[in-house]
């Protein structure tokens, strides 16, 4: 079946650092895959998705690229601020039957220290 | 963007109890809603898929007759525990989808904190 793996958190960094969380997948057919991100308190939000194979996906500074030869779609960031710590799941979207239902990762707990 | 609510946001409750948690779609209209289940530093898990109008479409390994799913508006998906055990005690997320034409995304609501004494 599919399934999701993300980097274990939590991740500590000072501002202005430079952010990878890992992500790797299985997936049977051709999924998108996604970054969401859970600030304190609220709920899931898209942060950026890709479609397919060498897609990039960005938003608001944060990129990741879809890797069909590595199975990956890591997540970067340049310079994250104290607004970015966040806890980061990454997720897969496939055909399931006649639904797309969506395969999570466990979440990378993001800290990010003035 | 699109706006999903939930409640309540927390509640406690005694063993042997039933708890309702409302998902609500506030700004459109979904015929899709999700329920998933979240332990402490796990993943989502895909409990049910709501349809509007539908029964709902369970995960193996969901009791359907301990987790009852209601979705009988375009805005509105219940998820009611019946006879909550601690062992139910987990952070309860639902999700709505906007589908048109090949567009297709989930919106997800701030979550529902259970726990069962």
């Known amino acids: 079946g599919n399934s999701v793996t993300q980097m274990e958190g939590p991740v500590t960094l000072s501002e202005e650092a430079f952010l990878t969380i890992n992500c790797t997948y299985t997936?049977?057919?051709?999924?998108?895959l996604f970054w969401y991100v859970q600030y304190p308190g609220e709920g899931l939000q898209l942060l950026l998705k890709?479609?397919?194979?060498?897609d990039k996906g960005s938003n608001k500074g944060f990129e990741a690229t879809y890797r069909k030869e590595t199975t990956s779609f890591h997540l970067e960031k340049g310079s994250v601020q104290v607004s970015d710590s966040a806890v980061y799941f990454c997720a897969l979207s496939d055909l399931y039957g006649n639904d797309y239902k969506l395969s999570f990762g466990a979440g990378t707990t993001v800290t990010v220290r003035a | 963007g699109a706006v999903v609510s939930q409640h309540p946001s927390w509640v406690i409750c005694k063993s042997g109890t039933s708890v309702k948690i409302e998902c609500r779609s506030l700004d459109f209209q979904a015929t899709t809603m999700f329920w998933y289940r979240q332990f402490p530093k796990q993943s989502l898990m895909l409990m049910a898929t709501s349809n509007e109008g539908s029964k709902a479409t369970y995960e193996q390994g969901v009791e359907k007759d301990k987790f009852l799913i209601n979705h009988a508006s375009l805005t509105l998906s219940t998820l009611t525990v019946t006879s909550a055990h601690p062992e139910d005690s987990s952070f309860y997320i639902c999700s709505a989808r906007v589908t048109s034409g090949t567009y297709n995304e989930q919106f997800f609501g701030p979550g529902t904190r259970l726990t069962v004494l």
């Open positions: 890709a479609t397919k194979a060498d």
């Open positions: 997936a049977t057919g051709y999924p998108s």
